[in-house]
């Protein structure tokens, strides 16, 4: 037997969907709070002290954190190529508006304190919280569009078209979940912060994060209606091989009003992703009243962690949906690597991963603790 086929090829093709999954949520608790942190600088630090307190909060966390959002990426390209090919093409503007953004926070950590000029200083404190801001809504409008389809289609040669445009993303559904995204992770930075600092800086953070949390579940609740009333979802029509040929083009697919509702009907245990993503926001609510650090910030993480499991539960098996030609939309079966790839891309990933996590829990084991705003005044103990 070859080794491969030691797992048949839709059990590969079904973890790889996973571990896209754990690889989105992996960036979205983790570099989350940096993005939340960078969106509160303004408002949680009010003098120099205060808002280097909320810097070197992240100061030695965010860039490992950042290695989610790369494995994902790579992840993408090899695990599904023809996703990779035509999300990275077609939101090729706002991927870049994005690479902009976070190129922004490593410039602004570097250079701001190499100044003592207040101007200068505040200067980098907007592109930071440029820095979190974009950042978090392009995520959020990007999951909009593709809940409602991707304007791409494939010509009879395989070649992708992408028909739309940058301004086009920027639709009222898709903003509307790019501010869930934002508010859920001003929530999430705002618990680290509970976490990290303390005194005047610890309460605005609570303040500000009971807030988002709110604002979190409303704004969740509304996408979940409008999803339900105002978007239309897509469901496969033909017969589909799960362990087929990559070609989206063999199978047939149309829109349907409530399609993306059809799982939760079917498996009513997926109701769970959503009913977290409501309930969650309201218990790290409670935790910051309570001022109850750590188990707020879990609360946090596992809202966002619930909120992202809904959207992959409601479009399962679909990927990528096509609005230009539902039978263009690409799916778990009909859109990966080879079996060999896959095979081997998983071996490498469960020699890795683990290493990763061991190594940041280790990161955040040593680096435990509050700032130090003394430290800090004193130039002593802290990197920005």
């Known amino acids: 037997m070859i080794l491969h086929e030691l ?22 608790v983790t570099d989350g709070f940096d993005l939340g942190t960078g969106m509160l600088l303004p408002f949680a630090g009010k003098t120099d002290l205060e808002r280097r ?10 860039e490992g954190n950042q290695v989610w959002l790369i494995l994902g990426g790579g992840a993408v390209f090899a695990a599904w190529p023809q996703l990779y090919a035509v999300s990275f093409s077609g939101f090729y503007l706002a991927m870049f508006v994005i690479l902009v953004a976070l190129i922004l926070r490593p410039v602004a950590f570097k250079f701001r304190s190499k100044r003592e000029d207040a101007s200068w200083r505040a200067r980098w404190d907007i ?4 820095g979190g801001f974009v950042p978090a809504l392009i ?30 993303l920027l639709n009222p559904f898709a903003l509307l979940a790019g501010l869930v995204s934002v508010a859920m992770l001003v929530m999430h930075g705002a618990t680290w912060l509970q976490v990290k600092t303390e005194g005047i800086v610890a309460e605005r953070a609570r303040t ?9 579940v409303v704004l969740y609740a509304a996408a979940g209606v409008a999803l339900w009333t105002m978007v239309d979802g897509y469901r496969i029509t033909s017969a589909i091989s799960v362990a087929g040929p990559s070609n989206p083009m063999f199978k047939t697919a149309e829109v349907a009003a409530g399609a993306w509702f059809l799982n939760y009907a079917a498996h ?25 650090a750590v188990p707020a910030l879990l609360a ?85």
């Open 7 to 28: 797992i048949s090829y839709e059990t590969l093709r079904l973890i790889w969907w996973l571990l896209i999954g754990v690889l989105l949520i992996g960036f979205a």
């Open 53 to 62: 307190i909320i810097i070197n909060s992240i100061g030695p966390v965010w």
């Open 127 to 130: 592109a930071l919280f440029i």
């Open 139 to 168: 995520f959020g409008v990007a999951i909009g569009n593709v809940l409602q389809g991707v304007p791409f289609r494939f010509s009879d040669d395989m070649h992708i078209f992408y028909e739309g445009s940058f301004f086009g």
């Open 208 to 216: 500000f994060g009971s807030v988002a949390a709110i604002v979190t």
């Open 268 to 292: 009513p245990w997926t109701w769970s992703a959503p009913v977290l993503g409501l309930a969650a926001p309201l218990l790290a609510l409670l935790f910051l009243r309570l001022r109850r």
């Open 300 to 384: 946090s993480a596992l809202g966002i962690a619930a909120i992202i499991l809904s959207v992959g539960a409601s479009m399962f098996p679909f990927i990528l949906p096509s609005s230009l030609d539902p039978r263009a939309s690409l799916t778990v079966w009909d859109s990966s690597s080879s079996h060999m790839t896959l095979f081997i891309m998983l071996v490498v990933t469960t020699i890795f991963i683990p290493l990763i996590v061991a190594y940041t829990s280790w990161v955040y084991k040593v680096l435990w603790g509050k700032v130090d705003g003394q430290a800090i005044s004193d130039g002593k103990g802290h990197a920005y």
